[in-house]
Nanobody, 125 residues
C-alpha cells in the first residue's frame, strides 16, 4: 500500500523560506521519479499542479513560477524527498503534496487514492 506523508509547512512572511519533507513507502520511492505538487483554491483551474520533479538519479525540473526559488532533492536511503522553498511569495500559498509519476500506478483510481494529506504553506505578512 502506498503511503505518502508530507510535513514542514507553516505560516511564513513574504521573502521567507520553508523546507518541506515527504516520506514515501519504499515500494513507490525506490523505483520512481517523484514530484511536488500544490493545490490552491485561488488558482484559476483549482487543479493540482506539478511544481518540481526529480528522477531516480537526481535530474530535476521545475515549473516556471518557482524556477530559481525552489529546489527539490531526495535521499534514497531515507525514502524522503525534500522541497526547499526560498523567496516565498503570497501566490505560493497552497497545500503541497508529493507523489510518484502517474505512470507508476496501474489504474487512475489507484493514483487518485494515493495522495497523502499534504502540508499547508501560507505566505502572508
Amino acid at each position: 500500500q502506498v503511503q505518502l506523508v508530507e510535513s514542514g509547512g507553516g505560516l511564513v512572511q513574504p521573502g521567507g523560506s520553508l523546507r518541506l519533507s515527504c516520506v514515501a513507502s519504499g515500494s513507490i520511492f525506490n523505483h520512481n521519479a517523484m514530484g511536488w505538487y500544490r493545490q490552491s483554491p485561488q488558482s484559476p483551474t483549482k487543479q493540482r499542479e506539478l511544481v518540481a520533479h526529480i528522477t531516480r538519479d537526481g535530474s530535476t525540473n521545475y515549473a516556471e513560477a518557482v524556477t530559481g526559488r525552489f529546489t527539490i532533492s531526495r535521499d534514497n536511503a531515507k525514502n524522503t524527498v525534500y522541497l526547499q522553498m526560498n523567496s516565498l511569495k503570497p501566490e505560493d500559498t497552497a497545500v503541497y503534496y508529493c507523489n510518484a509519476d502517474p505512470d507508476y500506478y496501474s489504474t487512475l483510481d489507484a493514483f487518485i487514492a494515493s495522495w497523502g494529506q499534504g502540508t499547508q504553506v501560507t505566505v502572508s505578512a
